[in-house]
């Protein structure tokens, strides 16, 4: 016998081949029950959580007296073999032969049934839970992939700044700090930096935290995100459009083969899912989401904007994602470019994941022309001095070219089929909260 064995995960146990192999595992007790001379402690590591078997003639009164006492997420390491066993979960177990105790935990706050205040007070400890280390998972895919495609598809990733002079999505979200003797505002979105990016590298992309100041908590919006934007130069709505969906399908895919187990825990319906790994989706006009919208009853008027409510309805009609374009340019950002035979409407879009989700992209071309971008800005109010930078990108070499911004939680939350972006992110932040 092998006198130190090599620790393997709890996953590489439940393996026909490990069967009789004395091996090492360290982790978590995620259960605990004592049986007279016996302990049963469940094991839980960051592969998954398997049921070790301590009796007292084996390991000795020292270490049984040592472990009998522990609480849940105690921390401990054991040696023993793995053995097949039809009684225990997942059919494998470790009979142990000896354990030992790094770290107790007594009395561990979350025992099951909390209310939901409660639980995101202890978010640092309910971040252990099987449910929220199965979406961190997931949402390591999705950032492994949406990096993946830009990589493959030769575009730069680039570093923008998350302190910044000016808003980019208006100042209604605006998150406000002091900056030396100043005022600063804390990122909304690269999009602005990007742009400037695009000069000398053409094809741009980052991933970066966005903040929105939402007035109200939503089930979709959090005061601190992570975002996925590109922006390129020479590309139109169109082109940008076929990259999001290409980068949205892509994501999809490589969650459907790298999460099965995953996205069966959190028994995921996968059949809309496996549709998004099929291009182009549909494409409907903002006029037509407007008469879809009356048809089904719902009290909305042409240059309304359209809410999580407007959106949900509209995803009724998909069996997968799809894209709205032409939106009023009253309710889009300043930058958007105005439609050349349409002036009422920009050339933007928005990507809405199907079964209620709703919004995931945002993105479009931007208005190149230096008079009628100062003009935009004019309009909106804002203060033309804050903006003399981003105006001088069209005094300079000024060139066609969109972008996009994509919201990481809102993927994810998607994806996982969750209820709330609150679990998309280990340590949610939005309006009344940001403990811990
Ligand atoms: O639609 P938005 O506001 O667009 C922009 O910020 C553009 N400047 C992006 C660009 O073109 N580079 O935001 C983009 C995406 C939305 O589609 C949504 O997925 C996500 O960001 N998002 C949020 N996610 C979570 N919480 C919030 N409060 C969010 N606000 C936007
Ligand atoms: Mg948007």
């Known amino acids: ?66 472990v009998e006492r522990l609480g849940i997420e105690s921390s401990i390491e054991v040696r023993g073999m793995v053995r097949k066993e039809p009684r225990a979960p997942g059919g494998y177990e470790i009979h142990v032969r000896y354990a030992k105790v790094y770290g107790v935990s007594r009395d561990f706050p979350i025992k099951g049934g909390e209310g939901i205040d409660y639980l995101l007070d202890n978010r640092h400890l309910w971040i252990r839970s099987r449910k929220l280390t199965t979406i961190m998972k997931i949402k390591h895919s999705v950032l492994e992939a949406g990096r993946e495609y830009f990589l493959r598809n030769g575009w730069w990733e680039v570093t923008p700044p998350i302190l910044t002079a000016s808003a980019c999505e208006g100042g209604a979200t605006l998150f406000e700090l002091k900056y030396f003797e100043r005022k600063a505002y804390l990122s909304q979105s690269a999009q602005l930096y990007l742009e400037a990016l695009i000069y000398s590298l053409e ?29 390129a130069a020479w590309y139109t709505m169109d082109d940008m459009m076929k990259v999001s969906e290409e980068l949205v399908a892509y994501i999809v895919s490589k969650v459907l083969e790298k999460n099965k187990n995953e996205l069966e825990f959190l028994k995921r319906d996968l059949t809309i899912l496996k549709n998004a790994v099929e291009t182009p989706y549909p494409r409907i006009e903002y006029d037509e989401a407007i008469e879809i919208l009356q048809k089904r009853g719902v009290a909305i008027e042409w240059g309304d904007d359209l809410g999580a409510d407007e959106e949900r309805e509209l995803t009724k009609e998909f069996d997968r994602p799809f894209f709205i374009t032409h939106f009023p340019r009253e309710i889009k950002s300043f930058y958007m470019k105005l439609d050349r035979d349409r002036p009422d409407v920009v050339l933007g879009f928005d990507l809405l994941a199907p079964e209620g989700y709703g919004e995931i992209i945002g993105g479009g071309e931007r208005e190149d022309d230096y008079n009628k971008l100062l003009q935009r800005i004019i ?37 996982a089929g969750l209820d709330h972006i609150r679990d998309a992110i280990p340590f949610p932040r939005f309006r009344g909260r940001i403990y811990p």
């Open 379 to 415: 309009d909106e109010g804002y203060t033309v001095d804050d903006y003399k930078w981003y105006l001088d990108l069209r005094k300079y070499g000024s060139v066609p070219h969109s972008g996009f911004g994509l919201g990481v939680e809102r993927v994810v939350m998607w994806i």
């Open 203 to 231: 094809k741009v992309w980052s991933l970066t935290p966005s903040f929105r100041a939402e007035k109200s908590r939503t089930r979709r919006h959090l005061a601190e995100y992570w975002h996925l934007e590109a922006e």
């Open 1 to 66: 016998m092998l006198s130190s064995p090599r620790y393997i995960y709890v996953k590489d146990a439940y393996r026909d081949e490990m069967v009789g192999k004395e091996v090492r595992l360290r982790g978590w007790v995620y259960r605990h029950r004592v049986v007279g001379n016996k302990i049963f402690v469940v094991l839980r590591d960051p592969t998954g959580i398997i049921q070790c078997v301590l009796d007292r003639s084996i390991v000795g009164d020292e270490v049984f007296d040592e």
